[in-house]
């Protein structure tokens, strides 16, 4: 089988309307942390099943709700998410000995605001970093990806860009 995933982060609350058509597209949808708010995620998981972790601007009902690592296989990957990962080979404190132990594949994460997808052969591991999908912070482009899970491995990753962040939330 195949299961096509929508990935996105950092909303900070802003859910962009066009993420929803591309959410009828897959099967699932992940969010990388910095919600925002529980409207971002309960509009998502009206559309397809949703897997997300909480970020460091996140309150406390988020984080009753979402953890703040998630670790899963699917489709034969093995998958670790959590919201502060910095990037390979200089990942953020407490990473690189939780992806030794977990050993995954494909290793998620947001917090940059910075597009970033890239193979770590020493952990032998796929990074994918999203980038930003709402409107705050420092980042000029709101940037999802869209990949399949197929046969242990992710493929045919798209970078979808949304816009400039300039966009109104009307």
Not at 21 to 39: F, P, Q, R, S, T
Not at 45 to 74: C, M, T, W
Request: net charge positive; hydrophobic share 40%.
């Amino acid at each position: 089988m195949m299961k096509k995933i929508l990935l996105l982060s950092d909303t900070h609350s802003f859910l962009d309307p066009r993420i929803l058509g591309y959410a009828k597209e897959v099967d699932e949808i992940w969010h990388a942390g910095d919600i925002g708010n529980l409207e971002v995620t309960d509009t998502l998981q009206k559309l397809k099943p949703l897997r997300a972790v909480y970020g460091n601007i996140d309150n406390a009902s988020i984080r009753q709700e979402f953890p703040k690592d998630l670790h899963f296989q699917l489709e034969g990957v093995s998958v670790f998410m959590t919201h502060i990962g910095a990037r390979p080979t200089r990942y953020a404190k407490g990473i690189a000995e939780k992806l030794t132990d977990v050993k995954p594949q494909l290793f998620i994460c947001g917090h940059s605001h910075i597009l970033k997808v890239a193979y770590d052969k020493k952990k032998e591991l796929l990074y994918i970093n999203p980038g930003a999908a709402g409107k705050h912070g420092f980042h000029k482009k709101q940037t999802l990806i869209k990949f399949e899970l197929a046969k242990g491995k992710a493929q045919n990753l798209i970078v979808i860009e949304l816009a400039d962040k300039t966009i109104s939330d009307t």
